[in-house]
T-cell receptor, first 113, second 116 residues
């Protein structure tokens, strides 16, 4: 009963390095999301995918790219990491487009030094 | 731009007390409002979802109300327990965020500590 699984859980990067955060859900959900959580700012939407084959920008997309590899997987890529991207990243999914209960992964802690 | 505020930022209560957490939002054009629980080092778990046409939702000891016209929601926790200690976040799904996808605007949360 995995739900939404994110890897890695912890990562330290040097400024300028690239990396990809992986996310997979086993609930046959159509829509997937990437949020970041920073102290005092709440969660903010980076990118989302309403359905397989589509992706759209959220509130804070700069410095990130995403790929909806298939219905299960939605990855987030940092091409050239910056200290401002130090954050906790959460992947989430919902059954379909529309206003449904959202399910979150356990988060990926990223530090850029 | 939609903004979501939660007050207080932190709350400490003795076990057994009934308590209310507050959430306010600036734009009443929302599809729904959700309350989440977040334990330290963990993801968010949805507790209650209130559609814009509803006034309240209940689950066990939790009751959430929604007053869209005034831009307010409350989460009522009855007979609090130490296991209720966590951060509670509210989030709205704004109508003007584009499309029907469940894109959420979050508050910064209330950190609740229930003392045994």
């Amino acid at each position: 009963n995995a739900g939404v699984t994110q890897t890695p859980k912890f990562q330290v990067l040097k400024t300028g390095q690239s990396m990809t955060l992986q996310c997979a859900q086993d609930m046959n959900h159509n829509s997937m999301y990437w949020y970041r959580q920073d102290p005092g700012m709440g969660l903010r939407l980076i990118y989302y995918s309403a359905s397989e084959g589509t992706t759209d920008k959220g509130e804070v997309p700069n410095g990130y790219n995403v790929s909806r590899l298939n219905k299960r997987e939605f990855s987030l890529r940092l091409e050239s990491a910056a200290p401002s991207q130090t954050s906790v990243y959460f992947c989430a999914s919902t059954p379909k487009t529309g206003r449904n209960t959202i399910y979150f992964g356990e988060g990926s802690w990223l530090t850029v030094v | 731009k939609q903004e979501v505020t939660q007050i207080p930022a932190a709350l400490s209560v003795p076990e057994g007390e009934n308590l209310v957490l507050n959430c306010s939002f600036t734009d009443s054009a929302i599809y729904n409002l959700q309350w989440f629980r977040q334990d330290p080092g963990k993801g968010l778990t949805s507790l209650l979802l209130i559609q814009s046409s509803q006034r309240e939702q209940t689950s066990g000891r939790l009751n959430a109300s929604l007053d869209k016209s005034s831009g307010r929601s409350t989460l009522y926790i009855a007979a609090s327990q130490p296991g209720d200690s966590a951060t509670y976040l509210c989030a709205v799904s704004p109508m003007n965020y584009g499309g029907a996808t469940n894109k959420l605007i979050f508050g910064t949360g209330t950190l609740l500590a229930v003392q045994p």
